[in-house]
């Protein structure tokens, strides 16, 4: 049975941040998605372009998987581009999100925002940037695993404010 835990990006360090993406990583976290926005639609096609040459390789072009915004419900699963989580891949990640993967840095006239990873397909750990909350999908004793090695989460999202 999965557990939804939610996170506060406030509550994490960049490092920290980072830290559970390498849990994530431990637990089968094999893939992620991260949208790429610019003031202009060739800023962003730009970005796009550093972004995936700097990886050099996509799990697939396009796949079915879940997101964490839509503008419709229907839309909450479309065709996503997918990278492999991996340690190259990671450093990308890192570079392109240095505040850490909650977080996003509007810099050049484009940014990185709401990543999320996928694990054998589904929704693992979603991040809305500008909303400033995460969902993470566990098990219930990956739950317990997340509390021991500190990191902090809820059990609903907290209000903020």
């Known amino acids: 049975m999965s557990v939804r835990r939610f996170l506060v990006p406030s509550e994490y360090s960049p490092d920290e941040s980072w830290r559970l993406v390498d849990w994530c990583r431990s637990l089968g976290a094999d893939e992620f998605t991260i949208d790429m926005l610019g003031a202009e639609s060739s800023q962003a096609h730009q970005l796009h372009v550093r972004f995936d040459h700097a990886i050099a390789v996509h799990v697939r072009p396009q796949a079915r998987r879940e997101r964490m915004s839509g503008k419709t419900a ?8 997918l990278w492999s989580l991996n340690e190259s891949s990671l450093d990308v990640l890192k570079t ?4 850490g993967i909650f977080q996003y840095d509007p810099r050049d006239g484009g940014w ?6 996928y694990r054998n397909g589904e929704l693992m750990l979603g991040v809305l940037s500008h909303e400033a909350f995460a969902v993470l999908r566990v098990s219930e004793r990956e739950s317990a695993q997340l509390a021991a090695a500190g990191f902090p989460s809820h059990d609903s999202l907290p209000r903020i404010g």
């Open 74 to 81: 229907d839309a909450l699963h479309r065709d996503t581009e």
């Open 112 to 117: 990185f925002e709401d990543p999320i990873l």
């Open 96 to 99: 392109a999100l240095p505040a």
